[in-house]
């Protein structure tokens, strides 16, 4: 089924008393308007046009995506007024589906049932049932039960007020009557507003079938409109992640305690620790470990690994069975092989560790190459910028670097070799031998320590 797509987002948001535009406040990592489209690109749509706001031009810069047609409405005058501003660009023949930027979470599922309800020259109502109705639209129907009008509750009688039956927002209307309904909208009423709403009655004067869908779960269809329903949608898209981890066989400490601002894909028996939080594209495959309060962004984790407490790792790959942390830093380009060990405040970052490798404590490598099981001592240092420019350090197969040495880049450590603990590396060292450059060690007997003057 081929459709127009509206979504209108040109609120304000007032209340969420920020200086972002509320439509790319962000849910789950990603900017609300984000969601909206994403469920609409999954119905195929013919064109896909966003109203935004005046003063919205950040909001197309943020979401520049090519498919999508946008819609100015330079004066926020009302739903009606907004679907207005869309009508050049909508495919005539085709149904409109509108949405709400500040909707996020309602699923393609329930708005393909909303179509398959209204038939093709129908209009159709997505509705909830709420205990408590405050705020929305009602919905008003006739004695047979068929609906007659959407009022808003600021124009509701207090006996409209009770029907507990609400407006969604999200509306299927056939687009040929489109011209015609939204340029015979008012805006006499309570909000002085041309409401899109007000397009029901006319549906129902002219005989065109109205129906009234309602969606499958009631959280589907919130809005967002301050901070708290902010946190309350985050928590539910995160209950939804958690229950689908759990489901394939992840085990969580706590369902709770999960954020996943991006895509999560894990393999069979992968353990998460409490407070972890992974953004991006992760992928941690069987039986990874991740200890709590690891915060992990574009990474790929393969078989077996552990991560311990605090590890933070963005875009790097682990190898089998490695074991990071805790409090260890991965950063881009970090390549670890098999087995490979990074221990607590080890930096890492644009290098590859070569399998069965160890820093374990206190060390930055950056821009380098280490081969296999090399040691990197406690407190080694690559230094890999010269105030300019970035230089690579290569370490080969078998090296043992004693603790405090500094690799001054460019420099290339042979197989085997061994550098002398405090050595501060300048030239390369030679293959299987012991490099060192260190002061001499002297002692001085019987000197006395300086004593305090007194007086
Ligand atoms: C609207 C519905 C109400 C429904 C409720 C569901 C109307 C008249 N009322 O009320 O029946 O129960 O949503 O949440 O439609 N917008 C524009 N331009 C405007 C005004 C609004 O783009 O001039 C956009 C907003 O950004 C928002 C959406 O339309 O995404 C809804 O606007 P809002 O003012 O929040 O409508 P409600 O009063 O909540
Ligand atoms: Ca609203």
Known sequence: MSLNIVVLAAGQGKRMNSRLPKVLQPLAGKPLLRHV?????KLNPKRLVVVYGHGGEVVRETLDDTDLVWALQAEQLGTGHALRQALPFLEPVLSTLVLYGDVPLVRPETLAALMVAASADGLGILTAQLANPKGYGRVLRDARGAVRAIVEEKD??????????????????PTASLPRWLENLSSANAQGEYYLT??????????????????????????????LQLARLERLWQREEATRLLRQGVRLTDPERLDVRGALTCGRDVFIDAGCVFTGEVTLEDSVEIGPYCVIGNARIRTG?????????????????AVVGPYARLRPGTILSEAAHVGNFVEIKNSHIGAGSKANHLAYVGDAD?????NVGAGVITCNYDGANKWRTVIEDDVFIGSDTQLVAPVHVGKGATLGAGTTLTKDAPAEALTVSRARQTSFAGWKRPEKHKG
């Open 37 to 41: 489209l994403e469920t609409a690109r």
């Open 156 to 173: 509701a009688s207090p006996e409209e007020r009770r029907v507990t039956e609400i407006n969604t927002g999200i509306l299927l209307l």
């Open 198 to 227: 007000d397009v029901v009655v006319q549906a129902v004067e002219e005989g065109i079938p109205v129906r009234a869908v309602e969606a499958a779960c009631q959280w589907e269809t919130e809005g967002v409109n301050d901070r």
């Open 305 to 321: 690994a552990k991560l311990a407490a605090y590890t933070h790792v963005e875009g790097a790959e682990i190898g089998a069975g």
């Open 370 to 374: 280490l081969g296999a099981r090399v």
